[in-house]
């Protein structure tokens, strides 16, 4: 990736603050026909180790698991990426002081984007697949006037429905995080780019964070 130091994100909690807050990935891996890309939230978890992992699950026909069989069983072998969209924006010109004094500026996009390096393996035992699907759907289902939980669907339905998918597990490496939202450019500008942002219907962590004022977004359930 591309990076200027300027927009290189070097605090770890700030990129698994996008993490946790933009969880839906897409997970990048090389296999036996070349490049796969998949798109599937993980979830943020870590072991009794302090080892940081990301957790998901695909569907059994998804081919992408079978990099774990075979001569490629071995998980050191299976190098993956998964990248996390933060936010993102259209920077109009527009919003520019400059633009009213001398017109000499452009449009620009900013935006946050992290990607967590690491290795694959791909889970299958029963205990683990409703341990992730249980957490999985506590997050999304919290807060809703009557949450659906795991447990409110029949056993047997539930057990048919595991062997159809197959756990995803990274265990992060290392995370490369940049942010791109105008850190460079004078105080006046950002806050016209802030102002815009509102106007545009932009929340105000969102415009906070295109604007550089913010590091990382901000996610409920830290």
């Known amino acids: 990736m591309y990076q200027p130091r300027h927009f290189a994100m070097t605090d770890d909690d700030a990129m698994m603050a996008v993490v946790r807050a933009y969880p839906f990935a897409t997970l990048v891996t090389d296999g036996d026909q070349g490049v796969c890309i998949d798109h599937l939230p993980l979830m943020v978890e870590q072991t009794a180790q302090g080892a940081l992992v990301l957790r998901g699950h695909i569907a059994r026909a998804n081919a992408l698991w079978r990099l774990g069989e075979g001569e490629r069983a071995d998980a050191a072998a299976i190098e993956a990426v998964a990248i996390f969209h933060g936010p993102d924006a259209y920077i109009s010109p527009g919003w520019y002081p400059d633009k009213r004094r001398h017109g000499r500026v452009v449009p620009t996009w900013n935006y946050q984007v992290v990607h967590a390096h690491g290795r694959l393996v791909f889970p299958r035992e029963s205990d683990w697949l409703t341990s992730h699907l249980t ?25 048919g429905m595991r062997r159809g998918i197959v756990g ?25 780019i802030r102002e815009g942002l509102r106007e545009d219907g932009r929340s105000a962590c969102d415009a906070a964070v295109l604007c550089g004022d913010d590091p990382a977004p901000r996610y409920e359930g830290d």
């Open 135 to 159: 957490t999985l759907v506590d997050r999304f289902e919290a807060g809703r006037e009557a949450p659906w939980a795991v447990d409110d669907a029949p056993e047997d339905y539930l057990e």
């Open 168 to 192: 995803v597990e990274l265990e992060v490496a290392r995370l490369v995080g940049k942010h791109k939202a105008s850190q460079h450019k004078p105080l006046e500008e950002r806050e016209g």
